[in-house]
């Protein structure tokens, strides 16, 4: 049941979210989660597309090496991660290169001739340079739960629910009110609050502040497109997640064939490619399955006598916008609302993991 006052509200339910959740609550906090979507995770959320299979991953993910994180999520939520195998690959034109060479199409990607020297350009080759070099000589970087998100959220939800933290979903927040510490939410409940701590990628329109003045939010609505793909007589192991470069249609695939799924115990694989905006507006889904399976067979991941026994188009809409939000908002100085940064999730979850291991045992 809701009650009408928290210690902590928490607004999102990414994995960094939740787990920011059940610290504060170890804390000794009355907490309460707010996800405006009907399914639980953020962008980690896995949904059911029965005919397909279960837990459909939205997007196509793949996680940095590290030794703490990883041993955090073993230790804390029994979550197993795994190197994935191969090793993810960026497709350049057509061929497979380690995932590593993307630094390498960034730099050239960026390279603007006529500003070819100017000192900002430098700084960034530079960088971009050591991120290759690094990469070249650390192999096996790439890593992700062994039965891929849905292991993630489950696994995390259930030490939510061994914990006093109430959790809504299907419930948006729609304003926060910093003078009357009050936030209210899509069917009219309204919440009092000590202190609120809300994902970056809060869809907000407005937060109230203590002088009564109003500070916007930035929004940048972005869509990602997936199409998945359930395949007989397919290779299995030929990719695990790639990333395309000088191709029209596809700019990201994954293998989301895990070994607890029912679909690898009949055999069968499951692919997800993200498609371009402008590729998935033009064409047909038929259109859109015929371009990916060809490249599929061009890049030799399927072969010509794979069958689709099925595929699915999903989108998902979510709000793009982030950081630049947060140093503005924290340049008004309002301790009562925090937004957690985030970019990929493991250097997330690696920047609050000191402060959590004190009291997530
Ligand atoms: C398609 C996609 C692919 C990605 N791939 C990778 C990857 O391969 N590797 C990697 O490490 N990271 C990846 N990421 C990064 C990912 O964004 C982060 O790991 C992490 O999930 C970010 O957490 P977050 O809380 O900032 O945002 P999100 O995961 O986006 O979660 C925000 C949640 O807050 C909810 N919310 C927002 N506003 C409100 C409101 N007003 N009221 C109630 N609920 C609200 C939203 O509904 C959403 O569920 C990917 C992200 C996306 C979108």
Known sequence: MVKNKYDCVVIGTSPLMLIEALYNSKLGKSVIVIEGKEIIGGSWHCFDQNEIANNLEIGCHVWQKNTEVTKFLKDYFAIDIEPRFPQPKSIFYGVKLPYYFIYLFLIFRKINFKSLFKLNHLALYKSLAFDFFQELFNRSKYYYPENGSSELISKILKKINDSSISLISGNQALSIDLNSMTLSLKDENVINFNEIIATNKLDIDQIILPNNDVFKIKKREAVIHNLYLVIENSPKTTLSYAETFGDSVIYRLSDMTYPDSTLSE??????????????????????????????????????????VV????NSYKYNGQGNETIPLFNSKMNPKIVFLKSNNLIPSLADNIERWKTKLK
């Open 310 to 313: 099925n595929h699915y188009l």
């Open 266 to 307: 009949n055999g069968l694989r499951l692919l997800c490619a993200d498609i371009f905006p402008a590729t998935f507006h033009k064409y047909s889904q038929e259109e859109i399955k015929t371009l990916v399976i060809t490249r599929l067979i061009k890049w030799k991941i399927i072969n010509d006598n794979s069958v």
